[in-house]
Structure formats: C-alpha cells, structure tokens
C-alpha cells in the first residue's frame, strides 16, 4: 500500500465529527467509514515520546491541564480524551504514535501534520518519526505535511524516500513553493481549497503534483472531484465517499 495509489479519502484527525480526534477510536471511525488515509498530529512529551494531539495544550481534549511538552507521556496518558466529547467515550486516552501506526498498518495511508514548534528544530526528533515509519515497514504508506514549508524540507533532507506536503491557506503559484522543498503534495486548505479550479488542479499536475484539498462542506467536496483532485480530507470521510461515488 502506497499513498495515492487511488483517491484519497482522509479522514481528519481521525473521524472527528463522529469520535474524539486524534484517538485510535476515531482512527478506527475513520476506516469504518471508507477513509483510505487518516491525517494526524504529532507533538512531543516532556520523556520524548511522540504523541498523536493537535493542541500544544491538553487542556481543550482532556479532562486535564498542561502543555504536552511540560508532561510526561506517564501523566499524559491517565488524562481522560474522551469524555468532553460524549460520556460515552469516556477513558479514552491520549495515544503514542507507534499505537496508531499499528493499528493502521496495511489499512490506510498516514498524512502525519508536523506543527510549527521548536521540537522540531531537533534534527534527532524529525529522525525519531522516520525510524518509527520504517520500524513498521510503513514509509510508503506516510506523507509528511507542515504548514512550515521549513519543516517539510528537512523531512525530505533527512529522508529523501518519504512523501512530503505542504499546506497553505493562500498561494498564487503552490507549486512553486512545493519545487522549492522538494514536496511532492499540495493541500490547499481554507480559503485556498474553496477557490480551487480544474485550471489551478490541472496546472498542479503539470508540474508532477498531486492535490488533496480540505473541506467540510459538501458542495465543495463535489466541486473539488469534479477539478479531478487527487484526494480530499474532512472530518466527515464518509461524505467524501458519498461525493467521490456520485
């Protein structure tokens, strides 16, 4: 399995409208609702242990207080990540990014969002991701995406096997600014991925990009497919399924 071996289906941070995101439960939602890849987010703990959140703090998505970087994966992981969500997913926990690998592994390509922080000025952590993918057999099936564009170019520095993206919210000439790091992927979010024409799509392509964009709304999803994207990411997976199946 490789990414974008067919369109991508992504479910953001998992399933999130229908699970707490970033959890293997909604990771496992995602899969259940035809999502070929899931996107995540990787933040470091006070032990360095990698672990799947997207808020520097885990104040919003837990039952606890704090900055990941302050704690350790120990006190971390007895946080409830469930519970502000619905009382029925109470108890679940933060998880390490090896765990969601391997429930993952051979089922569903990895978009792996690296947040601009100054963890990642470490070279030993960007290498620290990269041999946790090749522990698992799974760099084919990651894709490494930063807002940074930095980032990704030390990612494709450091390992030059790994698909990389980069995400923007405005760009005139994308695929300018991928050549320039070396990034194979384009994702256009919000406002970017709601102007998107079969032109910009096309022009991408010229220049040996693929296109996954995000949204949440339904018109733009089909939109989107309609420009012939590559893949498409969302909280709800299963509305991109319904669009893509039209």
């Not at 699970?19 to 032990?47: C, G, H, M, Y």
């Not at 993918?133 to 564009?149: C, D, P």
Request: glycine fraction near 6%; aromatic fraction near 6%.
């Amino acid at each position: 399995m490789a990414m974008f071996d067919e369109f991508e289906i992504v479910g953001h941070r998992g399933a999130m409208a229908y699970a707490p995101e970033n959890t293997i439960t909604s990771f496992e939602k995602a899969l259940s609702l035809s999502a070929t890849s899931v996107e995540l987010d990787l933040r470091f703990t006070a032990d360095r242990q990698i672990v799947v959140i997207h808020d520097e703090d885990i104040t919003r998505t837990t039952n606890g207080q704090g900055r990941v970087i302050d704690l350790t994966y120990d006190e971390i992981r007895r946080m409830d990540a469930g519970s502000w969500f619905s009382p029925e997913y109470t108890g679940l926990s933060i998880p390490l990014f090896k765990d969601v690998l391997k429930v993952l592994r051979g089922k569903a390509g990895v978009m792996v969002e690296i947040k601009d922080e100054p963890s990642w000025e470490d070279d030993e952590n960007i290498m620290l991701v990269i041999r946790q993918l090749k522990e698992l057999e799974m760099l084919e099936q990651a894709e490494i995406i930063s807002f940074n564009h930095s980032i990704v170019k030390r990612f494709k520095e450091k390992e030059p096997a790994v698909m990389t993206g980069i995400l923007y919210g405005t760009s005139a000439e994308p695929w300018v600014d991928a050549a320039a790091v070396s990034a194979e992927v384009i994702h256009p979010c919000p406002p970017a991925g709601q102007q998107i024409t079969e032109t910009d799509v096309a022009d991408a392509h010229r220049h040996g990009l693929k296109v996954l964009a995000t949204t949440n709304c339904r018109d733009e999803m089909e939109n989107l497919i309609a420009c012939s994207v590559d893949g498409i990411c969302s909280n709800h997976p299963d509305w991109i399924r319904d669009a893509f199946n039209k």
